[in-house]
């Protein structure tokens, strides 16, 4: 069975612009949860999508947006990049009621 | 609010030693999920242990073993015989329990784990 898939894998982006970040949860999983991971910050959750439905979102400003499709495929949106954005965005997906969120490699995003 | 602590930032042993890795959580709720995830140098956060709140049994698997202690809120997670392949960083997290929804993750700073041959 797959894992989850993240893509791009590396992406490179200046201050101002804007970027898209893609997640393919593990196939059946409903739930798909976006992480930021800075030096640091550490580990911080940025939105949870369900059914297309966000549930839960971090403490994050309105410059990051996510949504699901009926595909339950996530996307994550940064608008307006600042330099404080460089991180590694990773995307965790797990079964409808269960606790377990199994996490893709990541997308290290820098902002010059 | 939630907050785990993972007091040690850093950790070097050699192989064959064994190495306990100290998580301690803060939680109003009164039911919650606890983990441990390993991060290797290629990123990948992989899942390691759950553990509910209301189970406090220790678990072992293999070369791991986790000791919950809701008394003192900690967590800890022990390598015994570690392996150069353990180095890692692993981090201790916390989550609400919810039952049929996925609930945000609250995650300790982490702790390098270094295994030298």
């Known amino acids: 069975k797959a894992g989850v898939t993240q893509t791009p894998r590396y992406l490179i982006k200046t201050r101002g612009q804007q970027v898209t970040l893609s997640c393919s949860p593990i196939s059946g999983h409903r739930s798909v949860s976006w992480y930021q991971q800075t030096p640091g910050q550490g580990l911080q959750f940025l939105f949870e999508?369900?059914?297309?439905?966000?549930?839960n979102k971090g403490n994050f400003p309105g410059r990051f947006s996510g949504r699901q499709f009926s595909n339950s495929r996530s996307e994550m949106n940064v608008s307006t990049l600042e330099l404080g954005d460089s991180a590694l965005y990773l995307c965790?997906?797990?079964?409808?009621?269960?606790?377990?969120?199994?996490f893709g490699p990541g997308t290290r995003l820098t902002v010059l | 609010a939630q907050k785990v602590t993972q007091a040690q930032t850093e950790i070097s042993v050699v192989e064959k030693e064994d190495v306990t890795l100290d998580c301690v959580y803060e939680t109003r709720d009164t039911t919650y999920y606890l983990f441990w995830y390993k991060q290797p140098p290629s990123g990948e956060l992989v899942f390691l242990i759950r553990r509910n709140s209301f189970d406090e049994q220790n678990e072992i698997s293999g070369r791991y073993s986790w000791n919950f202690q809701k008394s003192t809120s900690s967590f800890n997670f022990t390598i015994t015989a570690s392996q150069v392949v353990d180095s890692a960083v692993y981090f201790c997290a916390l989550s609400e329990f919810y039952t049929g929804a996925n609930s945000k993750l609250t995650f300790g700073k982490g702790i390098t784990l270094s295994v030298r041959p």
């Open positions: 999508y369900f059914s297309e439905t966000q549930r």
């Open positions: 965790a997906s797990s079964l409808a009621g269960s606790a377990e969120q199994f």
